[in-house]
């Protein structure tokens, strides 16, 4: 409808709307800084308050802490993205467990109804984390395909604590999404909910019934 | 949750019975307004909805924690001011650069791989859809919540042309099941209790035996709607935020509905109104903080997904094509007011339905539009006509808890004001639709007759006199005292006014 | 008081207290008075045109607005009993009047605007003293004085200074009363439950009297505790404080 599109522009310049842009004083959001144990503090207490559970972990043995988790829970299959780093560490721990290892590694056409109705559990890595209100930073994508951290009803996030920045504003500026974003990137705060009936609070409408994050204690100094 | 999301979390649950007053509202419910058929009525609608004792204890009860919800969120009122400021200044300069920067999000968006198209119209943004949907062949489509695609009545379109449009958001979904409209903006079913839902669940949705335990009444809905987004064909969404310079499409909830609709489905349109975009990705940061703290008193929704593509060559999921319906539908008209304008700054949150004490009283439906609450009493006229919604522009008090909470600073009240005056008078320049087609002789000649009286001290005073001298004998059928005393004692002059007593006895001394 | 503290200050009664509550203008004045400043009352008051104005009759309130203005030539503060007529005049009429000629003027008369309790705290910084029997109030704020006004607990603060008087405050203290001038006549359904509403939450405060400093809100909360034979009365705040402060 390219006569649509040349008649509201027309219709929008000739508002003579202009004027000195306002200026925009960030300061509020400037000065919202956190130690490195603040922020682990504050993500983990504004994730928890919606329901995400923490598993704690060292960079050596995380993959070990979720095979344990995976036991305990009884998963029967774990989706992963294998490409990737984290993905290679849990092919090698998750060997021998009754937990199977489900690759995302095909077009989703190919195996959508088993996604849909008979995958346990969802692992993927995170690119960061929020502490003003507790969050993971996603960038869904060729290796950790979209739907890996959505369909499944259970959801394994992999969090560096030395990962985290302070504000969802300072993390689109280091990530660099308002230069060359991702085809998708997420913030996820917890599991999945709702409370459209009369007010009361119901997780898993949708998506993820849980989200299980796996801190891992990569700054010196932090405990484990 | 929604302007465009879902971003409905919750508050103290438990049911809660109207108080037991000694004041029981005395008027009749039954008193309806002279509106034609044909033209919407606030005030019937509104007359009715007073009349429902459990509509209005929802209503209260809900909007009384939605707004202690909010004030939790902004313990220091210099931070929620900064804040305030730092998101009017980003609204009012996408909207100063709007022509610029959606020109932008075009040339951005195609670069990303997602196709722009532009409505003029409703129905030109429907048959956009029609015909995209058509090209794919596609006739199961599900929906994240979109408050434009309720401007365009798109489920209904859709049906009409063999389509199934399934709303997934879930308030939607229970408003859908009963072919209602939502009462709210961000939290479409709050109208209606759970005995109700779990009674049209139980009669509505196949093999379901009646519960009203809220976590098994999600459970069967989430077991309906994930075999939907398995089969969907297409899904549609709204868009709380448009970058320009990234082409990114920012959505706001905490279902995953949304992402459900956006991701699972080959095809993805999103349709948005035109005045939705700002500059830049960072931007969003400050506008998101407010609206989901504003709209529902949490720090952050479950899910910020930020789409700036479909599926890329090396992705195994995703949406093979996206694309974006820019809808203008009387915007660009109100933009071309310099004090409207701030109309489109909107962000959709509803903390003006929140805390409006009309909104919290007659709830969603009376408005009998889209958008209701404060927000919808200047958006509503300003899109439909100043004098075909004139009752719903004085459907206000003008107490200005709306935007005393509004996170961009919508002045409402002052709009309110001046669409008054748009109805009541044909501006020459203005371009307010319907300008001037509220006037009415009886209305003109009281005002005149009130400035002429009182802008001469002396028939002011002469009128005072008899006001006070025969303060007995006010006739209470008078029109306005009638509609007064449906609820009060007609009011009564003292028996000297202030002014006769200084001129008579002087100042008083002390 | 300090040496810039004013001696001398023109009281503008507005219609509703003029024609309704006489007895709150005479205590606002007194209120002012007592407290050492000069108050001059010009002949020829009205009222401040809002009515006209909230209905989007621009002309015609600012055709009364006009001869009001006039009134107060002199470079004296203007004291209102009334927080919504103040936030006309000291809010409104700048953008009423904005692009007329008389608009420089009208802004400098309006940056001369005080409400009553305002200019009692923030300017003149009163201490009252309390001479009456212990009794049980509540206070209404009206939203325009609220909002409009920007009243920051300047009733609240004069009140509080009264040592006989226990103030209990409404559980919805910031909601409207539901008057909203035209808008009561014109929804008087929303506006009846609203007022109802308020009526309810000040007599559950157990209070015996709602004070609140518009004559709009008493005469709309007076309106329903009456048709409801409620054991409440309502007073303007300034009637309240003279009452309980002056030796007769």
């Known amino acids: 409808m390219s006569d649509a599109r040349a008649a509201i522009l027309a219709r929008l310049r000739s508002s003579g709307s202009g004027g000195p842009l306002p200026d925009l004083d960030t300061a509020v959001l400037e000065r919202r800084h956190w130690s490195a144990a603040e922020r682990v503090q504050r993500l983990r207490q504004g994730m928890a308050s919606v329901h995400t559970e923490f598993l704690e972990a060292r960079p050596e043995d995380w993959p070990a802490v979720l095979r344990a988790f995976c036991e305990r829970e009884g998963l029967r299959t774990l989706l992963f993205g294998p490409a990737t780093e984290a993905g290679h560490r849990l092919v090698e721990a998750m060997a021998g467990s009754p937990t199977a290892l489900r690759p995302y590694d095909a077009p989703v056409e190919t195996f959508k109804t088993e996604l849909f109705q008979s995958v346990d559990a969802g692992f993927t890595t995170t690119v960061g984390g929020v502490a003003e209100t507790g969050g993971l930073l996603l960038e869904p994508g060729p290796r950790e395909p979209r739907l890996l951290s959505l369909v499944p009803p259970l959801h394994l996030a992999l969090l560096p604590t030395s990962t985290l920045h302070d504000t969802l504003w300072s993390a689109i500026r280091a990530l660099g999404w308002g230069q060359a974003p991702p085809p998708n990137a997420l913030m996820i705060s917890g599991p999945s909910k709702t409370a459209d009936i009369e007010q009361t609070l119901a997780y898993g409408v949708h998506g993820p019934k849980r989200l299980v994050v796996i801190l891992v204690h990569d700054l010196p100094g932090t405990p484990a | 949750m929604h302007g465009e999301t879902d971003m409905n979390e919750g508050g103290p649950s438990g049911r809660f019975a109207p108080s037991a007053s000694p004041l029981v509202h005395p008027h009749g419910v039954t008193e309806r307004s002279p509106a034609t058929p044909s033209d919407p009525s606030f005030r019937a609608s509104a007359t009715r909805a007073l009349g429902d004792a459990q509509l209005r204890a929802n209503f209260r009860r809900a909007m009384d924690g939605l707004m202690a919800k909010r004030a939790a969120q902004f313990p220091d009122p210099g931070d929620l001011q900064a804040l305030r400021d730092l998101g009017t200044a980003v609204r009012a300069r996408s909207l100063l650069r709007l022509p610029e920067l959606l020109e932008q999000l075009e040339a951005s968006c195609a670069r990303n791989g997602i196709r722009v198209h532009w409505a003029e119209t409703c129905d030109q943004a429907n048959a956009i859809v029609l015909g995209l949907l058509k090209a794919k062949g596609a006739t199961r489509v599900v929906k994240g919540k979109s408050m434009v695609s309720e401007e365009m009545h798109l489920n209904a379109f859709l049906e009409a042309h063999g389509i199934e449009s399934l709303e997934s958001d879930l308030g939607e979904y229970i408003i859908q099941l009963d072919h209602e409209t939502p009462s709210h903006i961000i939290m479409p079913a709050i109208h209606k209790n759970k005995g109700q839902i779990a009674r049209q669940f139980s009669q509505k949705i196949k093999d379901a035996t009646y519960t009203e335990d809220v976590d098994e009444l999600t459970a069967l809905a989430r077991k309906v709607l994930r075999q939907k987004f398995l089969e969907a064909d297409a899904g549609l969404s709204g868009v709380n935020f448009a970058v320009a310079e990234t082409g990114t499409l920012c959505l706001v909830e905490n ?4 992402r459900m609709s956006t991701h699972v489905p080959p095809l993805h349109i999103a349709v948005m109104g035109l005045e939705k975009v700002v500059a830049r990705l960072e931007d969003v940061a400050p506008l998101y903080a407010l609206l989901t703290r504003s709209a529902t008193g949490q720090p952050a929704t479950t899910y910020l997904n930020l789409i700036s593509g479909p599926r890329a060559k090396d992705e195994m999921d995703g949406p093979r094509e996206v694309h974006l319906v820019i809808l203008d539908n009387g915007r660009s008209r109100i933009y071309g007011d310099p004090q409207l304008q701030a109309t489109l700054r909107c962000i959709r949150c509803g903390a003006c339905m929140n805390h409006c004490p009309v909104y919290t009283r007659v709830g969603g439906h009376a408005y009998e539009a889209v958008y209701p609450g404060p927000i919808g009493t200047i958006l509503t006229p300003q899109m439909e006509g100043v004098g075909r919604r004139h009752d719903l522009i004085h459907g206000s008090s003008l107490c200005g808890a709306c935007s005393e909470v509004c996170p961009v600073e919508i002045p409402i009240p002052d709009i309110l004001v001046r669409l008054r005056r748009e109805a009541t008078h044909a501006d020459a320049g203005s371009k307010v639709a319907g300008k001037g087609t509220g006037q009415t002789m009886t209305e003109d000649l009281a005002w005149r007759a009130w400035a002429a009286v009182l802008k001469r001290p002396r028939l002011y005073r002469l009128s005072a006199w008899f006001a006070t001298r025969f303060r007995g004998l006010i006739p209470g059928g008078m029109p306005l005292l009638k509609a007064w005393t449906m609820s009060r004692t007609t009011p009564l002059p003292a028996p000297r006014s202030l002014q006769e007593r200084i001129r008579k006895g002087g100042l008083p001394h002390v | 008081m300090n040496a810039a503290t004013p001696t001398k200050a023109y009281f503008y009664g507005t219609c509703l207290v003029d024609l309704f509550f006489p007895d709150a203008g005479m205590a606002g004045i007194q209120l002012l008075q007592r407290a050492g400043v000069e108050v001059v009352f010009p002949e020829g008051q009205t009222c401040c045109g809002q009515p006209a104005y909230n209905c989007g009759f621009f002309e015609e309130a600012r055709a009364v607005a006009r001869t009001q203005v006039a009134l107060f030539p002199q470079d004296l503060p203007v004291i209102l009993p009334s927080g919504s007529c103040a936030g006309m005049m000291k809010h409104h009429y700048p953008d009423l009047f904005r692009g007329q000629p008389e608009e420089a003027a009208v802004r400098a008369f309006s940056a001369r605007v005080y409400e009553l309790t ?27 004085a609220l909002r409009d006004l920007g009243l920051k607990g300047q009733p609240q603060a004069l009140i509080g200074q009264l040592a006989h008087v226990e103030l209990a405050p409404l559980a919805r203290e910031r909601e409207c009363c539901g008057f909203g001038g035209t808008f009561s006549v014109r929804h008087p359904e929303i506006s009846g439950a609203m007022a109802c509403d308020k009526a309810e939450d000040a007599l559950a405060t157990g209070a015996s ?40």
């Not at chain 3, 009252?128 to 325009?144: A, F, I, M, R, Y």
């Not at chain 3, 004070?211 to 007073?235: F, I, M, W």
């Not at chain 3, 404080?241 to 002056?246: D, I, N, Q, S």
């Open chain 3, 118 to 144: 305002q200019f009692l705290v923030d300017v003149l910084d009163v201490k009252l003293e309390d001479l009456g029997q212990p009794v049980k109030v509540t206070w209404h704020s009206s939203c325009h």
């Open chain 2, 255 to 258: 279902e995953g509905n949304g």
């Open chain 3, 209 to 248: 009297v709602v004070l609140s400093t518009d004559g709009g809100c008493l005469l709309n909360v007076k309106g329903v505790l009456e048709a409801q034979a409620a054991p409440l009365r309502v007073q303007h705040i300034a009637e309240f404080l003279w009452e309980r402060t002056h030796a007769r």
